[in-house]
């Protein structure tokens, strides 16, 4: 099962286990929703794209909210400080 894949290295690793007819699937990684992903394996007749079950007890996790975070006003942060609290003395 390979779920939303954007880095390239990984999609790579995950297209050389396909065989060269079926690589196209590795193209819609990107753009799978949350529970989408990719069935591969000895056991699968024919890689398919599938949607999984939600848990009964879902993961209190979300995606974060990029185009919301976008909008907002550049924060000011003194970035020296920061680097500085986080060196070793």
């Not at 779920?3 to 193209?27: C, E, F, I, W």
């Not at 929703?33 to 599938?50: F, K, N, Y």
Request: proline share 6%.
């Amino acid at each position: 099962m390979a779920l939303r894949l954007t880095n390239p290295n990984d999609q790579n690793y995950v297209k050389r286990l396909l065989p060269d007819t079926l690589g196209s699937l590795v193209d819609k990684m990107p753009s799978l929703r949350a529970g989408e992903c990719l069935l591969i394996g000895d056991a699968v007749t024919l890689p398919s794209i599938v949607q999984i079950d939600k848990c009964d007890l879902e993961p209190s996790s979300n995606d974060i909210q990029y185009f919301e975070l976008w909008k907002q006003q550049w924060k000011d942060l003194d970035i020296m400080a920061i680097k500085n609290s986080m060196s070793i003395i």
